[in-house]
């Protein structure tokens, strides 16, 4: 089994700043990619931004510029680092990696997510 277990979500003025954390444990041998996604009320789950094993980031457009993703392997996490934080970012945010398993299986994991809310 794998847990995600993630942090740093709150409440929080537009132009504000968030870190989320999510921390990966279990029977893990590898992780590929992680990413956080969110979804907002009435709204289907996005991808907000993901990181490679290698290093390498993809954002949805809506965040690019304000949002920074970065990972620890040796750790397995994954951090979101939010700037200039919006309205419209307001949702649960979920922390998501694709797993390589001790059994050698690949799957995909999720954490329970965190409340973002940006209001004044």
């Known amino acids: 089994q794998v847990q995600l277990v993630e942090s740093g979500g709150g409440l929080v003025q537009p132009g504000g700043s968030l870190r989320l954390s999510c921390a990966a444990s279990?029977?893990?041998?590898?992780?590929?990619?992680m990413g956080w996604y969110r979804q907002a009320p009435g709204k289907q789950r996005e991808l907000v931004a993901a990181?490679?094993?290698?290093?390498?980031?993809n954002y949805a457009d809506s965040v690019k510029g304000r949002f920074t993703i970065s990972r620890d392997n040796a750790k397995n996490t994954v951090t979101l680092q939010m700037n200039s934080l919006k309205p419209e970012d307001t949702a649960v945010y979920y922390c998501?990696?694709?797993?390589?398993?001790?059994?050698?299986?690949?799957?995909?994991?999720w954490g329970l997510g965190t409340q973002v809310t940006v209001s004044s």
């Open positions: 998501n990696a694709v797993v390589v398993t001790m059994a050698l299986y690949e799957y995909d994991y």
């Open positions: 990181i490679t094993s290698g290093g390498s980031t």
């Open positions: 279990g029977s893990i041998l590898s992780i590929n990619a």
